[in-house]
């Protein structure tokens, strides 16, 4: 097996509380124990102080003296803790040992696996789980050499997640790689996306927004494609089929002929991008599409997407989406905007 059937624990060593901290401290201080003066200074009753000491006796912070046994001296706590945790260390380097041994065993079926790979078709490979598919990407970006191309829907993206991609397109800029990412206009809003574009833009990585996107996608150097699993999962698949990829690079052309550059709200103006979200919404309502698609293709949360089709709605006087997009026809409300991002574009 590789994995052992129970992963040993490894034992925490007893330690001192607090209480027992500050009586050690007053017996050092004090060079040997006197019950009743440090039960009075430490506002200890006789009970507490009693499992004080025997604790750090059978620690081995406190030691009879050599001449007067019924006296307690303190004991170096360096030697104390070496001989404390040397069991600790021991099954530290155990574990470490056989972490090693699992991952060596694990790397030896790599052969095997590229080997099965080789005998069916490689086109397509569906990875299921979260941790994996980061490491198939990470791994992919490694390997990227010409150009990576991005669709990420959504309008925020986490701290977090920002600052582990950051290391990562750095390293492949560096190399000459040209970077272009879709973003959702939703995205100008949200300041950790904004301060990101920014570091990474000046790095030489290109930026837009559009109202809509098709899904997320990440096609490294025009060969290898990533794009959802159907489903709720976090897991991935891989394409390499040429065709296909050739066809999802050529979709990821046409919205970023068709998106804006990337700059924050503030800088085109807070009012003019909310009214270019309201003619979307707007848009996607008079075409039927309930407020979950309508959030996913805005990148939006469902809530907020509800509040903007709510004072929509309000805001023309509808009581249904079909009147809500009928007036909105009549008020000339579907028709593109000569300030919108996509004109300023000339797309």
């Not at 066809?247 to 970023?256: G, H, I, R, S």
């Not at 919404?281 to 809530?303: C, F, N, Q, T």
């Amino acid at each position: 097996m590789f994995i052992s059937d129970q992963t040993r624990a490894i034992d925490s060593p007893a330690r001192p509380s607090d209480r027992e901290v500050a009586l050690y401290r007053w017996v050092a201080v004090n060079g040997r124990m006197d019950p009743e003066r440090a039960a009075d200074e430490l506002g200890l009753d006789h009970a507490d102080l009693d499992a004080a000491v025997a604790s750090l006796t059978e620690l081995g912070l406190l030691k009879p003296d050599l001449h007067d046994p019924a006296r307690l001296r303190p004991v170096d706590p360096d030697l104390v803790a070496t001989v404390v945790t040397t069991s600790m260390e021991a099954a530290i380097r155990s574990q470490q040992a056989e972490l090693h041994h699992i991952r060596d065993q694990f790397a030896g079926l790599r052969g095997h696996y590229l080997d099965s790979l080789s005998r069916g078709s490689v086109d397509f490979e569906v990875i299921p789980g979260v941790e994996e598919v980061r490491a198939a990407l990470n791994r992919a970006g490694a390997e990227c050499t010409e150009e990576m191309l991005t669709s990420q829907p959504g309008g925020n993206r986490v701290p977090e997640v920002l600052q582990e991609a950051l290391a990562r397109d750095t390293a492949m800029l560096s190399r000459g790689v040209r970077m272009r990412t879709l973003y959702h206009h939703t995205a100008r809003f949200n300041g950790p996306s904004q301060a990101y574009v920014a570091t990474v833009s000046a790095l030489g990585a290109e930026y837009r927004t559009a109202h809509e996107l098709f899904g997320r996608l990440i096609v490294f150097d025009r060969k290898t494609a990533f794009v959802p699993e159907r489903g709720d999962t976090w897991g991935a698949v891989v394409i390499r089929e040429p065709s296909v990829v050739h066809y999802l690079c050529e979709v990821f052309e046409q919205a970023w002929t068709q998106a804006a550059p990337f700059s924050d709200a503030a800088a085109d103006g807070l009012e003019l991008v909310a009214k270019d979200i309201h003619r979307t919404i707007v848009r996607l309502l008079a075409a039927g599409l309930k407020d979950e698609s309508i959030a996913r293709r805005i990148g939006m949360s469902l809530r907020t997407a509800r509040k903007h089709i709510a004072d929509i709605m309000e805001s023309l006087g509808a009581e249904s989406r079909f009147q809500a997009g009928v007036l909105a026809a009549q008020q000339g409300l579907l028709d593109d905007s000569p300030g919108s991002p996509e004109a300023a574009t000339g797309a």
